[in-house]
């Protein structure tokens, strides 16, 4: 048997790049490089790798943890799953950067690999600068952090052990069911230990995505469930897009005159001025989607995890027989709310039920004119708020209608957190499938600028567009650095409101007087942070970092910043001046947030009791 003598950290880089993965017979390289940051848990071992042998993975200096891992996973979002970037930190405080950008990924069912530095597995320098130590189980180290929000987690304690580990990292990063984030814990001296490789290992290696056909006996449970229903509505999730059956649900929407809801992850799937598009569902949903769900006897769910937003907080759907039909790859998602459950994937599913259906002869009972009336009704909603006037500065809603009126239809917007994601979803125009970018499942304020990294990486030839409101922008911004540092360029929208207005409208609608989220200074005569707004100049700031910048507080002043961006040739920001208070709100849908029982404020107890009324109705 022939062999390479390698360090751990070096087989480790030379596998990776041999990684491809093959779906309906097209092949392509699935690890495209390494995001990093180097500490003395990392620099020695997997930089030394990546300085001297690095193959064809490219290396991106990240400038933080959490961030760098956002982009490596937007990029991976944004490539339908279908190539990633692995991320390496040191050890300690580096890697638990990156925690919550692992949580982010298994949320959102998005793979990417951690590769963060650990203690050494010798102990002998023991305890090492910045290691935690546990009182009664020395074999923990910060890097334990990262097993609850992974799909997979080891430590390589041998250099052989990276063998086995590495198959069952790639098995499951290739999984569309049970992917999301997997992390292998790389003590620093075993990195630089050598071994003698099997050559074989070292091989091109193609993982094939085999699509997940319906069991016949599912097809037949499905197949009877549509058959006796007359009002049935679909909810487009995230899966549509990685399973790339867009085409697949428009052609069942309309083989059957079946409305379409999306949800966050499954924007975009269809064309917005599609008749049977009812736009956005759920918690954030449009007026049209939203009361098609409460009347549906049926809901046909696609690709979705069905969360707290999507179903209203189990509010929305009303239907004295009502049922659920699942089509998911994920066992987990597949059972919720389901009467039926189809393990399956979307493509195949929606084409298989389509040949069925229509050899049946099935067709809902929907009348054209009652949904062509839903929608246009909603589509007069959405120009009312993209006109509005404001005497006092310009309204979020109008911001957007301008922003969305210059993009072209091949640009992608990204978002993640604040108030913009509901107006995002309920008024955002597309008209082509990942054009729409909204990380929603973990709601990850800061992954916004990192995330527009992410995406231009992976669509470097695109107009890519940061949504971010000021309170996460402060939060985390590093990334855009990066993109100057790559020439990748990207334009920020920065909607400054002064807070964090999302939760601060949500805690007065619960009875506060509005606590702790606006950008104020603070007030000794009054306490707290009672006094004027803070005032930012972000344009200054993201010039002091390269960047172009230009600052609008009328209509006119943007959309000459946008034809201006659009025209600059690297990373710019816009600041954008907004009305506190100027998103959109509930169209008959509702979120369930829980108030004090107890309060000494009359307003608080008024809610509780307006919450325990809803309670009573929604059982």
């Not at 292998?184 to 990195?191: E, F, G, H, K, R």
């Not at 969360?307 to 759907?317: G, I, P, Q, V």
């Not at 998911?328 to 459950?341: E, F, I, Q, T």
């Not at 913009?420 to 929603?440: A, F, I, Q």
Request: one cysteine or more.
């Amino acid at each position: 048997m022939t062999t390479i003598r390698l360090t751990m950290a070096q087989a480790l880089v030379r596998f990776l790049d041999q990684q491809y993965i093959e779906i309906d017979h097209r092949e392509m390289k699935f690890i495209h490089g390494v995001m990093g940051i180097f500490g003395h848990g990392n620099v020695t071992g997997i930089g030394e790798a990546l300085e001297r042998m690095p193959g064809n993975l490219k290396f991106i200096q990240g400038k933080n943890e959490q961030a760098m891992a956002h982009a490596a996973m937007a990029f991976a979002k944004q490539n339908n799953r279908l190539s990633i970037f692995a991320c390496t930190s040191s050890i300690g405080p580096g890697a638990l950067n990156m925690v919550t950008a692992a949580a982010t990924a298994t949320v959102n069912r998005i793979p990417v690999l951690f590769l963060p530095g650990d203690i050494f597995s010798t102990r002998q320098p023991d305890p090492v600068l910045q290691q935690v130590e546990h009182p009664s189980d020395y074999t923990i180290s910060a890097n334990d952090a990262f097993k609850p929000v992974s799909r997979f987690w080891d430590r390589i304690l041998r250099p052989e052990q990276l063998m086995t580990s590495l198959l069952h990292a790639m098995r499951v990063l290739t999984d569309p069911a049970d992917t999301g984030a997997v992390t292998l814990a790389l003590p620093q001296d075993v990195q630089c230990e050598a071994y003698d490789y099997p050559a074989s290992f070292f091989e091109k290696r193609v993982h094939s995505i085999d699509r997940r056909p319906m069991a016949e006996s599912a097809r037949k449970r499905a197949l009877e469930l549509i058959s006796r229903k007359k009002s049935p509505i679909i909810i487009a999730g995230g899966g549509v897009h990685y399973s790339l059956a867009t085409e697949e649900l428009r052609e069942f929407a309309e083989a059957f005159r079946i409305p379409v809801g999306e949800t966050q992850a499954g924007k975009s799937a269809m064309a917005w001025n599609h008749p049977l598009n009812m736009g956005a569902i759920g918690t954030t949903g449009s007026l049209s989607a939203n009361r098609l769900a409460k009347d549906a006897d049926l809901v046909i769910c696609v690709g979705t995890r069905m969360s707290d937003f999507t179903t209203a907080s189990k509010s929305l759907f009303q239907h004295p027989e009502v049922e659920f039909l699942q089509l998911n790859v994920n066992s987990l998602d597949a059972a919720k709310l389901s009467k039926v459950s189809v393990q399956a994937d979307a493509k195949l599913a929606l084409r298989q039920l389509t040949l069925d259906l229509q050899a049946a002869g099935y067709v809902s009972s929907y009348d054209s004119d009652r949904l062509a009336l839903a929608k246009s009704e909603w589509i007069s909603e959405i120009d009312r708020l993209y006109a509005l006037e404001r005497e006092d500065g310009l309204a979020q809603t109008r911001v957007l209608g301008e922003i969305n009126a210059f993009v072209q239809p091949e640009d992608v917007i990204i978002g993640a957190a604040g108030s913009m994601p509901g107006d995002l979803h309920r008024l955002w125009k597309t008209t082509r499938p990942n054009t729409y970018h909204m990380e929603y499942g973990f709601s990850c304020m800061g992954y916004e600028v990192a995330g527009a990294f992410g995406v231009k990486l992976a669509h470097p030839h695109r107009e890519v567009y940061a949504m971010v409101g000021d309170g996460s922008y402060l939060m985390m911004h590093s990334e855009l650095v990066t993109s100057l540092q790559e020439g990748r360029k990207i334009t920020v929208l920065l909607l400054d409101n002064h807070g964090f207005q999302c939760i601060h409208n949500l805690q007065r609608e619960n009875g506060s007087d509005g606590f702790g989220n606006e950008f104020r200074y603070f007030s000794p005569e009054q306490g707290g942070l009672s006094g004027g707004y803070m005032g930012f100049d972000f344009a200054a700031n993201a010039r002091s970092l390269g960047a172009k910048a230009y600052t609008a507080q009328t209509i006119d002043e943007l959309k000459q910043a946008l034809e201006d961006a659009r025209n600059e040739e690297t990373t710019t920001l816009i600041h954008i001046k907004v009305v506190p208070g100027t998103n959109t709100s509930g169209y008959e849908s509702w979120w369930r947030v829980d108030v004090a029982e107890v309060s000494e404020s009359v307003k608080v107890n008024e809610a509780y009791r307006k919450l325990q009324n809803k309670l009573e109705a929604v059982k």
